[in-house]
């Protein structure tokens, strides 16, 4: 398995500010991803995040407002820029480990 | 476009009372299906993964079944502390190795 820890765990923003979610993994890994659970949703892909190079966002997600950092091999972070109301979601951080994707414990943003 | 379907959108079970939850899927080439357990609060617990038609897996209370169209997790005797939602996610045979969700199934037990 995978042991992955984020921070803050939960948090209440204004909006138009920013918040920064840190991921760590216990050990290094290949493939760390980012999703978002909004409100009674199921999981929705944000982006892959690629050491060493620039992250790969899907349909309907722009760095601008995602910007995602991966110094290295255990650890990532997702900003949430300029944040709104929608923005309001778990963001959970995962990990490829044995073919197997684990998931974080989630960060819980309310955006007032 | 690779799509997941979960079926019933919520049951409430009585305590013993056996019963299946429902995952359809489309995919461009299957990779593996995936089971996930998810409490209020928490990230998603993995279950179990299933790569061909035939395959089964067992846990405990939970067997997970897999067709070429659906899969099925087949819930024996449950519990209270079965009470959770259960996300379906299949990945593509494509090198991508991001998952697609269905929207869950959220099992309540009660004694």
């Known amino acids: 398995s995978a042991v992955i820890s984020q921070k803050p765990s939960r948090d209440i923003c204004q909006r138009g500010t920013s918040l920064t979610i840190q991921c760590q993994v216990d050990?290094?890994?290949?493939?760390m991803f980012w999703y978002r659970q909004q409100p009674g949703q199921s999981l929705t892909l944000i982006a892959t995040?690629?050491?060493?190079?620039?992250?790969?966002?899907e349909s309907g997600f722009v760095i601008d407002k995602f910007p995602i950092s991966r110094p290295n091999l255990t650890f990532s972070t997702l900003t949430v820029s300029n944040m709104s109301p929608e923005d309001s979601s778990i963001y959970l951080c995962?990990?490829?480990?044995?073919?197997?994707?684990?998931f974080g414990p989630g960060t819980r943003l309310l955006v007032l | 476009e690779d799509q997941v379907t979960q079926s019933p959108e919520a049951l409430r079970l009585q305590e013993g009372e056996s019963s299946s939850l429902n995952c359809s899927y489309t995919?461009?080439?299957?990779?593996?299906l995936f089971w996930y357990r998810q409490d209020p609060g928490k990230g998603p617990e993995f279950l179990f993964t299933?790569?061909?038609a035939g395959e089964e897996k067992e846990k405990e209370r939970l067997k997970a079944t897999l067709t070429k169209k659906e899969s099925f997790l087949h819930i024996t005797a449950p519990k209270p502390e079965d009470s959770a939602t259960y996300l379906c996610?299949?990945?593509?045979?494509?090198?991508?190795?991001?998952?697609?969700f269905g929207s869950g199934t959220r099992l309540q037990v009660q004694p």
């Open positions: 050990s290094q890994v290949t493939m």
């Open positions: 995919v461009s080439g299957l990779r593996g």
């Open positions: 995962s990990v490829v480990r044995q073919e197997t994707q684990y």
């Open positions: 299933l790569y061909s």
């Open positions: 995040a690629n050491q060493g190079s620039e992250a790969t966002y």
């Open positions: 996610a299949v990945q593509a045979n494509t090198g991508r190795r991001a998952l697609t």
